[in-house]
């Protein structure tokens, strides 16, 4: 998987099989660029959305609301 956006440290917008993903683990995205190659041992969970509008507004409540 590649990194598509950083959202936060452990947060992270990815590609996996032409369709885009959001990816959540502990550290993921901390020291990371855009299309750097994930870590897949830090993925905790994978959250897919076949609706595009639904994806943006996904990733929106994820800056939104605090990780705690």
């Known amino acids: 998987m590649k990194i598509n956006k950083i959202i936060n440290n452990n947060?992270?917008?990815?590609?996996?099989?032409n369709q885009e993903c959001v990816v959540m683990g502990k550290g993921i995205g901390f020291q990371k660029?855009?299309?750097?190659?994930?870590?897949?041992?830090k993925i905790e969970k994978i959250f897919n959305l076949s609706n595009q509008d639904l994806s943006d507004r996904f990733k929106t409540l994820l800056i939104e609301v605090p990780i705690e």
């Open 11 to 17: 947060v992270i917008s990815v590609t996996q099989n």
């Open 33 to 41: 660029h855009e299309g750097d190659i994930v870590e897949e041992s």
